[in-house]
Each structure stands twice: as structure tokens, then as C-alpha cells.
């Protein structure tokens, strides 16, 4: 494959989620059976195995937890980002709110790392139009470049008019990286990762990404979450079926699929993209 594409790891454990905070409270993550070390080793062996260097999303929560995880991350080539301190979605924030929070990770993995991080990813994807106003923190706070809008309908997330690829971001020295899309009929289709990735079978998703590669020419941004490659995670039964669904589908084939996905295409971290 001569095309590059972009991998990115979003490093947060099974508790975490956006679709649990409803019945998890931030004050009980610490009760948990924390599953993210062990899951998080097993994408950088499956990495170290192809020689991909992704970019890390993670969670300033789990860095402050874990600091050695964060510095083997780095210490294995890949790229340190930010993915805010408490997962918390950004359009139930306020700008005071979000500043001190994403000031707070990006402070972290940067006292751990001793290396400045340029990167930015809002938990679920919760940049959108009523949540705008982020960006201008994000170049306040010194980052180069965002990958959170993701140009989808989704109940959750979405500007389904923004671009489907990089773009610098209006009035700023910044760089958008937003989350792939494939079009079928000229409708947008989200099969960059996460729970598409488990939803639709491989065929569909190789074809659809190498339409994005061949047919348009471009790289794709592609995303996985540690606790995807984790079926025998324990299981909230208190949530939404519909939630428990998003969660749980295909997770047994996760690990399979991305294994073959690094296979079948060239990857490389967000970081050695444009910005």
C-alpha cells in the first residue's frame, strides 16, 4: 500500500464510556477492575508486530493512574495525545469547564512524557455546532491539530456538513483530522472504527476504506478503543439496551479484524500528517 492512513488508539477503560456515565460516577472508577494496561500491551504488541506507529488518545484520568503505560506508549514510537481528563462530553460543559479539564490531561502526559502534545480528541466525538466554541480553547491551550468532528448524523455526535477530510480550521493555526467516511450513493457512510468496525463485516469495511485510498485518493482516520479487543470485560447491565448494544457488539472479533486491517493497509500517527 502506498497510501498512508492515520491510526488512533483512544485509551479508556470499559467504565469510561460516555454511554455508562449515567450509572457510573466519575467518584467510582477507582472500585473498578481496571482491564486498560493489559488491553492497551496487547494493540502495541499486535503494533510492534507490523511496525505501525499510531497516535494515543488517552484519557488524563487513566495517564495520572498509570504513567508507566503512557511512557512504554511513547517509548515504543507512537504519538501522545490528549483526549481530555474526565471523558466528559464537551457540549455539557462550559468554555471555563473544558479549559481546566483539557488543561489538566494535556499538563499530565505532558510532565509524563517531557514531550509537548499537539493533538486533541473530544470524548464521543462532542465537538459539534453547539460546541464550536472549543476550537478556540484547543489553539488557546497550544494544540495543533483536532480529530473530533466526526461529518455523520448521529444522535450522540456529528457535523454532517463539515469536510470529509483535513482542513485547516477557520481562523486558526490548526488542523481538523475528522473521522472517515465512505460514500455509497452519495450518502455518508462512518466505517472509520469503533462500534461500525464491529458492527459491519470486514469485507464491507476493507472495501469501503480502499474506496477512500484508490477511488478518492486520500487517507482515512481510523480509531479503536483497548476495551474492544476485551469480550470477557465485565458487563453493565444496568445500561440502555440499546447502549449494551453500541458496547458489546462483535467484540470477539475485534482483535481479528484489526490484525487483518494492519495487514491490508499503511498506517502511520496523526502527528506526521499536515498541520
Not at 489553539?139 to 466526526?150: T, V
Not at 469536510?163 to 477557520?170: A, E, G, K, N, T
Request: net charge positive; aromatic share 16%.
Amino acid at each position: 500500500m502506498t497510501q498512508s492512513n492515520y491510526l488512533t488508539i483512544d485509551v479508556e477503560d470499559y467504565f469510561q464510556v460516555s454511554a455508562f456515565e449515567g450509572i457510573v460516577s466519575k467518584g467510582d472508577w477507582d472500585s473498578f477492575d481496571s482491564r486498560v494496561v493489559r488491553n492497551t500491551r496487547k494493540i502495541l504488541t499486535l503494533l510492534d508486530y507490523h511496525n505501525v506507529r499510531a497516535t494515543f488518545f488517552v484519557l488524563g484520568w487513566t495517564a495520572q493512574k498509570q504513567p508507566d503505560l503512557v511512557k512504554e506508549i511513547s517509548g515504543r514510537g507512537h504519538e501522545i495525545a490528549c483526549h481530555s481528563y474526565y471523558h466528559r462530553l464537551v457540549y455539557n460543559l462550559s468554555p471555563e469547564e473544558f479549559h481546566t479539564d483539557t488543561q489538566q490531561a494535556k499538563d499530565i502526559l505532558e510532565q509524563i512524557t517531557g514531550n509537548k502534545v499537539n493533538g486533541y480528541r473530544a470524548p464521543s466525538y462532542s465537538i459539534t455546532k453547539r460546541s464550536l466554541w472549543a476550537i478556540d480553547i484547543l489553539a488557546e491551550l497550544g494544540f495543533r491539530y483536532d480529530s473530533s468532528i466526526f461529518p455523520i448524523y448521529h444522535d450522540r455526535y456529528g457535523i454532517p456538513d463539515a469536510p470529509r477530510f483535513s482542513y485547516r480550521l477557520p481562523g486558526q493555526n490548526m488542523t481538523e483530522y475528522p473521522i472517515s467516511t465512505a460514500l455509497f450513493f452519495g450518502k455518508k457512510i462512518p466505517i472509520a472504527g469503533g462500534g461500525y468496525f464491529r458492527l459491519f463485516p470486514y469485507w464491507f469495511t476493507r472495501m469501503a476504506l480502499r474506496r477512500i485510498n484508490k477511488k478518492e485518493g486520500k487517507p482515512f482516520v481510523f480509531y479503536v478503543h483497548p476495551w474492544e479487543i476485551d469480550p470477557e470485560q465485565p458487563r453493565m447491565k444496568e445500561a440502555r439496551a440499546l447502549s449494551r448494544f453500541r458496547h458489546y457488539v462483535n467484540l470477539n472479533k475485534t482483535y481479528d479484524r484489526l490484525r487483518q486491517l494492519l495487514h491490508d493497509f499503511s498506517f502511520g500517527p496523526l502527528g506526521s500528517g499536515p498541520v
